[in-house]
């Protein structure tokens, strides 16, 4: 027994599971699978999207050249120039706010002689280029006087070698748009792009862009298709964007204006992204926003991949991490008419101001927008005050647009209680809860929600992660103990869907070489992209969704850490299916037995598993699906479904019902 014990200690220690430890009692629960306690929002499991990590640029958004428009605070950042193609031409910024004051700057370009002159973008971290994929090179550009500078577009592979190439040669003095496409010969995941110029003459460039021909939906200037199908394949009930702080920014000039973000992409104002110089220990100088991926964007996006939209809008508060600037209550009046004119952008008819805006992009049709967050992690009577005056505009316009508030920054504490109390008196319909905590306070939280008011509004689980440090300072990674520790507090939530409404995992995007907080739910590089374990268990919920909570019980309570096991139970009523979740968060084989009350289970059924050996275990770009589901058939005797659950799992069962 003693042995036994200094053997349990060293495992759970270490994070290792060696073997079975010794055979346990089988636990028996009971699933009421006729007494409905809840139904579950269609739209329960989402995602949450913010431009983090570099998420949008150098990330889901395709655009494979930085500072394509001169616009970031250095105007020649990303850009350099090879001293041996450069010949003794030069590149001047010229600033032209007067003209153009949304993309105000562009390079004036001269080359004397018949020499020639270049610039090259180094990308993102690079350029991940495809052997045999098209490539769309694109420009506006106007000659000075009666000179004929050609543009030559060459790929460069990391050694400096081309691999792909195409020529331009602009005419006239007016700025016009230019496009040239060229096949890529070598697959290079830190290209770069040399933009070379021949003389002579002085040539005007701007909005210098290149764009794999592969997107998704085949779009034109479109995202990177292998993450959007990453979030595709989660089937996400909603898409929250687009943050998280971004929405707030570290001041009001840098906050997220959505009005900036929709039309003509070369008329979107570039600013800094807040994540830019957020964390020292990351700092990402050449972090900024292009809003190539902006609010229209962001719907088409959502209805692609079947969510529902979710903006969130500044309300009139910067960052109160940062500098707590807020507008004066008197001049609110803006930001209010930003939310009603989104409303009309998103759902108003094509002969309304904004409806037409959105029609003249190419969608018609309305989006059917049906929430609206009102600021993000805001806290305090600053935050009641505007909110309320955003309430009363909003819901006299638009009865029927949901709105979604914040409840500050944690689950807990003065300013959490403060909001709280004072939302549900003011009849708040959804309150959004963030929480970013170690896995034990997601085992100790699971049962957070089975004492809420049933009766007040609705619970948005916004942004949720096991951290197993509580800095955010890197060291904070995508374990199996953490993605188990979600499982089992997700379990919570599904139990309490008459409650809770929605939840996100966030964030939800990071590039390897660019990120700036940790973990975060799909990882990828300039090539290639993973799911993390935290991502199998989002699927696993968000495709076992369900329609009905029913009881799942032990000796009559819920199922919520006793026996280190949490569990919860569904009906899909369209696959006419009974869907448990369990999730065993010990070291030790845990014998279930489950009996079925009120339906008969059909002789077959599924188990799909996600488990790992190790608490430490992790996914990675070169072992993408190390800790994945693994599906099997299963045969179920009478009513009673048995299975032995590994250590450090989480196990979904589905079985046809009959009533
Ligand atoms: O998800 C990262 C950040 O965490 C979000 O921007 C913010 O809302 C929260 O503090």
């Known amino acids: 027994m003693k042995t036994y014990r200094i053997v349990t200690a060293f495992l759970l220690l270490t994070g290792v599971y060696a073997s079975p430890l010794a055979a346990q009692q089988p636990l028996n629960f009971t699933i009421k699978a ?9 739209h329960m499991w989402g995602i949450f999207f913010e431009d983090i990590n570099l998420s949008a640029d150098g990330g889901i958004y395709a655009e494979l050249v930085k500072n394509r428009s001169f616009e970031f605070s250095s105007p020649l950042m990303g850009w350099s120039i090879p001293k041996d193609v450069a010949g003794n031409g030069r590149v001047l910024i010229v600033n032209r706010q007067a003209d153009h004051p949304a993309n105000p700057r562009f390079a004036r370009i001269t080359v004397p002689g018949t020499r020639s002159f270049a610039l090259v973008n180094e990308g993102f971290r690079g350029m991940g280029i495809k052997a045999g994929e098209q490539y769309n090179f694109s420009l ?14 060459t790929l460069l592979d990391e050694n400096g070698n081309a691999i792909g190439s195409t020529t331009l040669t602009p005419e006239g003095s007016s700025w016009q748009q230019y496009k040239g496409s060229f096949t890529a010969t070598a697959t290079v995941p830190k290209a770069k792009l040399q933009v070379q110029y021949s003389g002579p003459g002085i040539i005007d460039a701007d909005m210098i862009s290149l764009f794999p021909q592969h997107t998704w939906k085949e779009r034109p200037n479109g995202l990177r298709a292998d993450l959007v199908q990453l979030l595709a394949d989660l089937h996400p009930g909603f898409l929250r964007f687009p943050g998280g702080c971004i929405v707030e920014g570290k001041e009001l000039s840098n906050r997220y204006q959505w009005k900036k973000t929709v039309g003509d992409v070369n008329e979107r104002t570039l600013i800094m992204n807040r994540w830019n110089n957020e964390f020292a220990h990351r700092a990402t100088p050449d972090y900024f926003q292009s809003f190539g991926l902006g609010f229209f964007e962001y719907f088409q996006l959502a209805e692609d991949i079947g969510a529902t939209p979710l903006p969130i809008l500044n309300c009139g508060m910067a960052c109160q991490y940062n500098s ?8 609110l009046d803006p930001y209010i008419q930003d939310a009603l004119d989104l409303i009309e952008f998103a759902n108003g008819d094509v002969h309304t101001t904004w409806g037409a805006l959105r029609a003249k992009m190419g969608h018609p049709a309305p989006f059917n927008l049906q929430m609206l967050g009102v600021g993000n992690e805001q806290w305090g009577p600053q935050y009641v005050e505007r909110y309320t005056i955003f309430a009363k505009a909003i819901k006299s316009r638009y009865p029927a647009i949901q709105l979604v508030n914040s409840l500050g920054p944690g689950p807990s504490g003065d300013q959490f209680n403060f ?13 959004d809860e963030h929480y970013y905590s170690s896995p034990e306070w997601f085992l100790k939280n699971a049962a957070r929600y089975d004492t809420y008011d049933r009766h007040g509004p609705k619970i948005f689980a916004g942004e949720y992660a096991a951290h197993t440090r509580e800095a955010v300072e890197g060291a904070n990674k995508n374990t199996w103990q953490c993605a188990l520790a979600e499982a089992a507090f997700m379990t919570g939530l599904e139990r309490n869907a008459d409650v809770v409404a929605m939840a996100s995992y966030a964030p939800l995007l990071a590039h390897v070489d660019g990120w700036q907080w940790a973990p975060d739910l799909i990882w990828f590089d300039n090539l290639r992209a993973y799911g993390t374990p935290n991502y199998y268990v989002q699927k696993l919920y968000a495709n076992n969704k369900g329609s009905e909570v029913v009881p799942i019980l032990k000796d009559n309570s819920i199922i919520s850490g006793q026996d280190s096991v949490y569990a919860s139970a569904v009906l899909d009523q369209v696959m006419g299916e009974l869907v448990v979740k369990l ?4 070291a030790a084989t845990k014998p279930v037995t489950l009996a079925v009350q009120g339906v ?4 077959k059924g599924q188990l799909v598993t996600l488990q790992h050996h190790q608490l430490q275990g992790l996914n990675s770009l070169d072992q993408p699906t190390n800790i994945s589901p693994v599906t099997q058939n299963i045969d179920i005797k009478g009513k009673t ?3 032995n659950m590994a250590p450090w799992s989480f196990y979904v069962i589905r079985a046809k019902i009959n009533k």
Not at 324 to 331: I, Q, S, T
């Open 34 to 42: 006729n007494e409905i306690k809840a139904r579950v929002s269609p």
């Open 140 to 153: 506006y550009a106007r000659q000075q006087g009666s000179t004929a500078v050609k543009v030559t577009a």
């Open 324 to 331: 707590g600037e807020v507008v004066a209550v008197d001049e």
């Open 419 to 431: 909001l709280n109390d004072t939302l549900r008196k003011l009849h708040a319909d959804i309150l």
């Open 583 to 586: 999730v065993n968060t010990s």
């Open 600 to 603: 008969k289970p059909g002789a």
């Open 641 to 643: 479904i048995q299975t």
